[in-house]
T-cell receptor, first 116, second 109 residues
Framework: GAVVSQHPSRVICKSGTSVKIECRSL??????MFWYRQFPKQSLMLMAT?????????EQGVEKDKFLINHASLTLSTLTVTSAHPEDSSFYIC????????????FGPGTRLTVT | GQNIDQPTEMTATEGAIVQINCTYQ??????LFWYQQHAGEAPTFLSY??LDGLEEKGRFSSFLSRSKGYSYLLLKELQMKDSASYLC??????????WGAGTKLIIKP
């Protein structure tokens, strides 16, 4: 099956700093990638849809200037959390859509972000 | 609006059978997924239904009725490792995944 990697798996940063999370599709080209956030004991919350070569589409309530998304190639999308605050501490998960299988999303292993 | 409902939590006994229901109201329908998510991990694919009926895959089966906007995930011969959250997600007319809040399944010995 399709494999999606995510790096780093865990990161601890100080309040006010920026953190970059990478999402890679390893064995297929992903024209569309998705970024989710999940707080403890809650379901996935879609933050934004990232399309290769174009601007990301953000969900309502998600600050585009705070969560910068770049999808510069067909195998890589990055999420940068700028000026992180403790309330940004969460589990961030990316997924990628294989264009040959239009509906299914393949998930990365997730990144646990802790802001101190 | 779009809405997916599934129970928040269920408890079952090891070795037994449990059925997790999911009802949906979405703008269009292009299939329904079930994912399993263990605590602290990303979701993993379990099943995909786009036609009415039952799909069986080992101990897990998934059923779909499009006319009723209803699906269920059936888990047989429950094992302790099946303790997880089970997420129902529907593909809408824009091929976006609409997620349910998930059902936390607790397996007791």
């Amino acid at each position: 099956g399709a494999v999606v990697s995510q790096h780093p798996s865990r990161v601890i940063c100080k309040s006010g700093t920026s953190v970059k999370i990478e999402c890679r599709s390893l064995d297929f080209q992903a024209t569309t990638m998705f970024w989710y956030r999940q707080f403890p004991k809650q379901s996935l919350m879609l933050m934004a849809t990232s399309n290769e070569g174009s601007k990301a589409t953000y969900e309502q309530g998600v600050e585009k200037d705070k969560f910068l998304i770049n999808h510069a190639s067909l195998t890589l999308s990055t999420l940068t959390v700028t000026s992180a605050h403790p309330e940004d501490s969460s589990f961030y998960i990316c997924s990628a859509r294989d264009p040959d299988r239009a509906y299914e999303q393949y998930f990365g292993p997730g990144t646990r972000l802790t802001v101190t | 609006g779009q809405n997916i409902d599934q129970p928040t939590e269920m408890t079952a006994t090891e070795g037994a059978i449990v059925q997790i229901n999911c009802t949906y109201q979405t703008s269009g329908f292009n299939g329904l997924f079930w994912y399993q998510q263990h605590a602290g991990e990303a979701p993993t694919f379990l099943s995909y239904n786009v036609l009415d009926g039952l799909e069986e895959k080992g101990r897990f089966s998934s059923f779909l009725s499009r006319s009723k906007g209803y699906s269920y995930l059936l888990l047989k011969e429950l094992q302790m490792k099946d303790s997880a959250s089970y997420l129902c997600a529907v593909v809408d007319s824009n091929y976006q995944l609409i997620w349910g809040a998930g059902t936390k399944l607790i397996i007791k010995p």
